[in-house]
């Protein structure tokens, strides 16, 4: 089986500060994603690829910039960190494009708050 | 408004009674999904149901498509299964799934 490896786990930042999440895939997907959790709402998809250097915006991708250097990474920039933003970043991957719901596979997600 | 909402947004149950999830979604789905999140963990797929009624282990669920709605029935609660229970639906292309913001469920001892 595959795993899929977000780093760091928390992230703590300033207003105004330029962060970057990783995000690892071991199982060989074509298609990797990133979502963002808000309490009270569900994920919002902000970024996602569906090859090397491929990258797709999503409907929250306002703030943020995103880089797929190789198949098995998939990074997130979140470019001017907001004051009192706290929120949970989910990466995932899927085989291949057009996969449904139910091929998606998540990572343990990195938690920001901005100071 | 929202295209998927799940209800309730909390539930706290005794170990041993059954949960009943809910789920409805205001746009056709050609899939449907129920995940479980573990507190601070990843997602993890229960089952894809996108109509009739579908069980594993201590899972059922039921979706009645034109109604545009569907259930999660844990039977005999374990304390282990809380965490926060999460419908998708599957629009049509990767970029079309949307989620509900979750049911959090906490099972007590």
């Known amino acids: 089986g595959g795993i899929i490896t977000q780093t760091p786990k928390f992230l703590i930042g300033q207003e105004g500060q330029k962060l970057t999440l990783k995000c690892q895939q071991n199982?060989?997907?074509?298609?990797m994603y990133w979502y963002r959790q808000d309490s009270g709402k569900g994920l919002r998809l902000i970024y996602y690829?569906?090859?090397?250097?491929?990258?797709q915006k999503g409907d929250l991708s306002e703030g943020y910039d995103a880089s797929r250097e190789k198949k098995s990474s998939f990074s997130l920039t979140v470019t001017s960190a907001q004051k009192n933003e706290m929120a949970v970043f989910l990466c995932?991957?899927?085989?291949?494009?057009?996969?449904?719901?139910?091929?998606?596979?998540f990572g343990s997600g990195t938690r920001l708050t901005v100071l | 408004g929202q295209q998927v909402q799940q209800s309730p947004a909390s539930l706290v149950l005794q170990e041993g009674e059954n949960a009943e999830l809910q789920c409805n979604f205001s746009?056709?789905?050609?899939?449907l999904q129920w995940f479980y999140q573990s507190p601070g963990g990843s997602l993890v797929s229960l089952l894809s149901?996108?109509?009739g009624t579908k069980h594993t282990g201590r899972l059922t669920s039921t979706t009645v498509t034109k109604e545009r709605r569907s259930s999660l029935h844990i039977s005999s609660s374990q304390t282990t299964d809380s965490g926060t229970y999460l419908c998708?639906?599957?629009?049509?292309?990767?970029?079309?799934?949307?989620f509900g913001a979750g049911t959090k469920l906490t099972i007590k001892p």
């Open positions: 995932a991957s899927s085989p291949w494009t057009g996969a449904s719901a139910e091929t998606l596979y």
């Open positions: 199982f060989n997907h074509d298609t």
């Open positions: 690829s569906i090859t090397e250097n491929d990258l």
């Open positions: 746009s056709t789905a050609t899939q």
């Open positions: 149901n996108p109509s």
């Open positions: 998708a639906i599957d629009l049509g292309g990767n970029e079309k799934i949307t």
